[in-house]
């Protein structure tokens, strides 16, 4: 499911510093008192479901493996079913982790919102950067 | 200008804690290495707008007036013109402030903008309400 959608995440979020201009979609889904998905939680499972362990995604976003693991327990509190289980062996030996049929959902739509966001606000977008300083 | 739009981010934000399950797009707009529109800002710009006053959108959103104060310089600084002025007198007296045109226009368009994410996503926020527990 994941890769037939080519808009990543990652990709939009470490092109920032090279955008003098830019808008992001930062959709924030709450969950009673909780978020249940925002950009950093978003990430975080993108960056799983490419290393495959939740350590090198965790390296790779300057967090605490503690820190990482707290948001996916967040996550898979909120949602029906876990979006993240831990796997014996895992791609590097020493455990893994994947994303699991309703966690690659979730991320789908996740990103695909971003998308849509994006999309829908272009033109009000050309706008706002016209007065926006040079 | 502000008046024909009656989506407004307070309303949006103040109604949080009465829903389950909720999506907030919260676009920020980045200029540079600053974010020169987010949710903060549009909200202190729209207390601002409303109650022509720094130091009375300042206590509407628990930040002291020097927060409000350097938020609003930020934005007077990443934009082609400032977005906010200030003024004697002022309705309660001893000064006042307000949007000017472009600040005005700068508020419009972020709102608007958030409006069109909303619906834009509606369809693929439904599948993802399913996801969430209830």
């Known amino acids: 499911m994941w890769a037939s959608h080519s808009w990543s995440l990652i990709h939009c979020l470490s092109s920032k510093p090279n955008l003098k201009k830019q808008v992001l979609p930062r959709l924030r889904i709450g969950s009673g008192d ?3 998905i925002g950009p950093g939680k978003a ?4 960056r799983v479901l490419r290393s495959g362990s939740i ?7 300057n967090m605490s493996y503690m820190r990482a693991w707290t948001l996916i327990r967040t996550m898979n509190r909120c949602f ?3 979006v993240v289980v831990t796997t014996r062996g895992g791609r590097m030996g020493g ?7 309703i966690g690659q959902k979730v991320l789908t739509l996740y990103v695909r919102m971003n998308a849509e966001c994006l999309s829908a606000i272009r033109s009000d977008w050309r706008q706002l950067q016209r007065l926006l300083r040079a």
């Not at 350590?55 to 976003?61: H, I, P, T, V």
């Not at 455990?95 to 049929?101: I, N, P, V, Y």
């Open 55 to 61: 350590s090198e995604a965790a390296r790779q976003m």
């Open 80 to 82: 029906r079913k876990p």
């Open 95 to 101: 455990g893994g982790a994947e994303l699991t049929e």
């Open 34 to 36: 909780e978020v249940a």
């Open 43 to 46: 990430e975080l499972l993108e």
